[in-house]
């Protein structure tokens, strides 16, 4: 039996002299100044915790929270570990939690965009060389049974300008209003209000959330309906149950007649507003029934496109270029990816350099528990000798103080993980606004996944793993007798 004892031993000895090494030899005695920190910090996490969830408003509760968040972190650091140790590891925790969160909020807003991206444009849009595209009643007959396919609807676009007009047609402006008609240019969306409800969280964009009744078509005693974005009807000083008239240039048909033609124009009553949550579509976006738009653009039964949306968009590649093999040449598709790539590589870029200069934290980290393991073999020489003499070799105590180094990012990067989601839960809880006129969503987005969690701790431990060879070596190398002497 004594074979294999021996053989097991060693690991046993290096984690239990590591463990050693790297706690509290005493019990650091709590006064009762330190217990009512301890329970002010505590109950500082919790109460801004909770106040956040409960939609407070003020950026002090969530600012409290993480602050006293930081303060337990340092705290318990120090309690339990060794004074050299705990620097190193409240700073890698510190560098772990900052890399979650950063990558939090960056992967929220890539998230977000694109989400929203694909809630106002579809993953796949099919449209048609030339404008001549009248054959999509079979494209949306033929696609909307596929397994893959969530909804499918037409679309028609166009540009056109908006300005307000009286309640009463014909009738004249009065003083007030003339002060109001700045014309303002707006991207006009024609949709089939039936097909396009199909698609996730299209209803929802509109504050009313009908989108039958907000899309509703032209009558011969009522006027066709129109959704503004919010930015835009503040703009133009209308609200639901007011008035606008879109104007479309003729040139817009492409052909030779039309040049010279006078501009085409219809009264619309505003039925909603829009609040997508993105900056350019608020301040441009106008939907309505694709049998007005198509009136309006074309003065014809024609649409811009086909839109889908998809059970997975990252299908969207080839099942976008199935449909333009059934349609034929004459067809293309886009996908989200396309319509969002130049925002989505910039997002990209930023997340990367961000991410760099905070791994910054984490090298720091590292480099102060260079310093205090090299304190650390200097204080336990004469343990270090005493183990030698007890028959470890250099290749044990070699793997002593590098346990210690991986104990300590371990415990480094765990704590840093808790930090980072409780800092990143408060910011998705508080939803910190965004001005609009500078970022293309209207607050802090967050959106985790498991390599922005996992990420981060692997390479705190790979981190210290690394550093702590060196001065493992250094440890290994330590002479005998002079450590005996002490």
Same mark, same amino acid.
């Given at each position: 039996m004594r074979g294999p004892e021996r053989?097991?031993?060693?690991?046993? &000895?290096?984690?239990?002299?590591?463990?050693?090494?790297?706690?509290?030899?005493?019990?650091?005695?709590?006064?009762?100044?330190?217990?009512?920190?301890?329970?002010?910090?505590?109950?500082?996490?919790?109460?801004?915790?909770?106040?956040?969830?409960?939609?407070?408003?003020?950026?002090?509760?969530?600012?409290?929270?993480?602050?006293?968040?930081?303060?337990? &972190?340092?705290?318990?650091?120090?309690?339990?570990?060794?004074?050299?140790?705990?620097?190193?590891?409240?700073?890698?925790?510190?560098?772990?939690?900052?890399?979650?969160?950063?990558?939090?909020?960056?992967?929220?807003?890539?998230?977000?965009?694109?989400?929203?991206l694909a809630r106002v444009n579809g993953h796949v849009l099919i449209t048609e060389y030339g404008q001549d595209f009248d054959e999509y009643p079979e494209m949306v007959a033929r696609w909307r049974e596929d397994?893959?396919?969530?909804?499918?609807?037409?679309?028609?676009?166009?540009?056109?300008?908006?300005?307000?007009?009286?309640?009463?047609?014909?009738?004249?402006?009065?003083?007030?209003?003339?002060?109001?008609?700045?014309?303002?240019?707006?991207?006009?969306?024609?949709?089939?209000?039936?097909?396009?409800?199909?698609?996730?969280?299209?209803?929802?964009?509109?504050?009313a959330g009908d989108l039958s009744s907000a899309l509703r078509p032209g009558h011969l005693r009522t006027a066709p309906g129109v959704a503004l974005g919010h930015r835009l009807a503040t703009r133009l000083g209308v609200g639901p149950g007011d008035f606008v008239r879109l104007v479309i240039p003729a040139e817009l048909d492409g052909s030779q007649e039309s040049v010279g033609r006078p501009p085409r124009f219809a009264r619309f009553e505003v039925t909603d507003v829009i609040d997508t949550g993105m900056t350019e579509f608020d301040t441009s976006l106008a939907l309505m029934h694709i049998t007005a738009g198509q009136a309006l653009f074309f003065n014809e039964g024609r649409v811009t496109g086909v839109e889908f949306a998809l059970t997975d968009p990252e299908d969207a590649d080839a099942f976008g270029a199935e449909v333009v093999a059934a349609a034929g040449p004459n067809f293309r598709a886009t996908t989200w990816r396309q319509q969002s790539e130049g925002t989505i590589a910039g997002l990209r870029q930023i997340r990367a350099a961000v991410s760099l200069v905070l791994g910054l934290l984490e090298i720091v980290a590292a480099t102060a528990l260079i310093a205090s393991l090299l304190l650390l073999v200097r204080r336990k020489r004469a343990e270090i000798a005493a183990l030698m003499?007890?028959?470890?070799?250099g290749r044990a105590v070699f793997?002593?103080?590098?346990?210690?180094?991986?104990?300590?990012?371990?415990?480094?990067?765990?704590?840093? &993980?808790?930090?980072? &989601?409780?800092?990143?839960?408060?910011?998705?809880?508080?939803?910190?606004?965004?001005?609009?006129?500078?970022?293309?969503?209207?607050?802090l987005p967050v959106h985790l996944t498991l390599l922005d969690v996992v990420a981060p701790g692997i390479a705190a431990v790979l981190l210290c793993a690394l550093v702590s060879g060196p001065v493992a070596l250094i440890a290994a190398k330590q002479p005998l007798l002079p450590g005996l002497q002490r």
């Open positions: 053989g097991r031993s060693p690991g046993g &000895l290096v984690w239990m002299v590591a463990r050693r090494l790297l706690l509290r030899e005493r019990a650091v005695q709590t006064s009762r100044a330190a217990r009512l920190g301890w329970i002010f910090a505590i109950s500082t996490v919790v109460i801004g915790g909770l106040l956040v969830l409960l939609g407070v408003r003020s950026v002090i509760p969530p600012l409290a929270a993480g602050i006293a968040s930081l303060a337990l &972190l340092g705290a318990t650091c120090v309690r339990i570990l060794t004074p050299a140790v705990a620097v190193a590891v409240f700073g890698m925790g510190l560098g772990c939690a900052a890399l979650v969160t950063v990558l939090g909020v960056t992967s929220g807003f890539e998230h977000e965009l694109t989400a929203r397994p893959r396919v969530v909804a499918v609807s037409p679309f028609a676009y166009a540009m056109a300008a908006v300005v307000p007009a009286p309640a009463e047609d014909g009738a004249e402006a009065g003083p007030e209003d003339k002060q109001l008609r700045s014309p303002a240019i707006a991207i006009v969306k024609a949709l089939d209000p039936a097909l396009a409800a199909e698609f996730p969280g299209v209803p929802a964009m509109l504050r003499a007890l028959g470890a070799d793997w002593i103080f590098e346990a210690v180094g991986l104990l300590a990012g371990a415990v480094g990067a765990a704590v840093g &993980l808790a930090l980072g &989601l409780l800092l990143t839960g408060l910011v998705a809880a508080y939803r910190y606004p965004l001005s609009g006129d500078v970022y293309p969503v209207d607050h």
